[in-house]
């Protein structure tokens, strides 16, 4: 399931059932619009077992700062609540296939 995250639902998804994985992107960057299809393919690959949010850091600059993000692309992991890894930059399905599989 892929998700918008915003400041309203941001806190209820990283404590809910299911991990929640975060792409912190913005329009204007190339390497976000590279990694976004990618993120939406995974989205779909682990649907019902991850919940994949899309947060644009633009419109939701106090999520980044609070969670520390300088660089976007940035990829946050969350399970129970609790970051259990982070990715920085563009990359290849398949390394990102692995951090999902690492969330399970």
């Known amino acids: ?12 998804l990283k404590n809910g059932e299911l991990p929640l994985v975060v ?3 913005a329009p204007w960057c190339g390497p976000c619009r590279m990694i976004g299809p990618v993120i939406s393919e995974l989205a779909k ?4 077992k991850i919940v994949v949010g899309k947060c644009n850091v633009d419109e939701e600059d ?7 993000v300088r660089n976007i692309p940035t990829i946050l992991f969350f399970k129970g609540g609790q970051l259990v890894d982070k990715f920085v930059g563009a990359a290849p399905k398949s390394t990102l296939d692995e951090k999902f599989k690492a969330l399970l």
Do not use: C, K, R
């Open 1 to 12: 399931m892929e998700v918008t995250i915003t400041s309203e639902n941001f806190e209820a």
């Open 23 to 25: 792409d912190l992107w």
């Open 45 to 48: 690959d682990y649907d019902g």
């Open 62 to 68: 106090d999520i980044a700062m609070e969670l520390g």
